[in-house]
């Protein structure tokens, strides 16, 4: 069974830098791609990011592009969201999701998620 892990949320200043780090684990994992999402309190679920495994290339929600980052390391697998300058309009549940198929930003499009990890970004 495909076991998706996140961890490295918390509480940090707005200006702040977080690193968030999702672990995939099970028989023969593989997928074609890797997603961010995030759900705050009251609203939807959105997509943030997403990486494809094989070449790297990335996509972002124009929300975060320029201050977050999605990068993976293969030989772990092993996902990350860098992210910087952090506002208090990011907090929210964040979730590492995997896509068998293709790279997505719709999150029904995705097979596997973790359970999330906060991050609360104070004023």
């Known amino acids: 069974q495909v076991q998706l892990v996140e961890s490295g949320g918390g509480l940090v200043q707005a200006g702040g830098s977080l690193r968030l780090s999702c672990a995939a684990s099970g028989p023969s994992f593989s997928s074609y791609a890797m997603g961010w999402f995030r759900q705050a309190p009251g609203k939807e679920r959105e997509f943030v990011g997403a990486?494809?495994?094989?070449?790297?290339?990335?996509y972002y929600a124009d929300s975060v592009k320029g201050r977050f980052t999605v990068a993976s390391d293969n030989a772990k697998n092993t996902v990350y969201l860098q992210m910087n300058s952090l506002k208090p309009e990011d907090t929210a549940v964040y979730y590492c999701?995997?896509?068998?198929?293709?790279?997505?930003?719709?999150?029904?499009?995705?097979?596997?998620w973790g359970q999330g990890t906060q991050v609360t970004v104070s004023s």
């Open positions: 999701a995997a896509a068998l198929s293709g790279m997505y930003t719709r999150g029904k499009e995705y097979d596997y």
């Open positions: 990486i494809r495994w094989r070449g790297g290339s990335t």
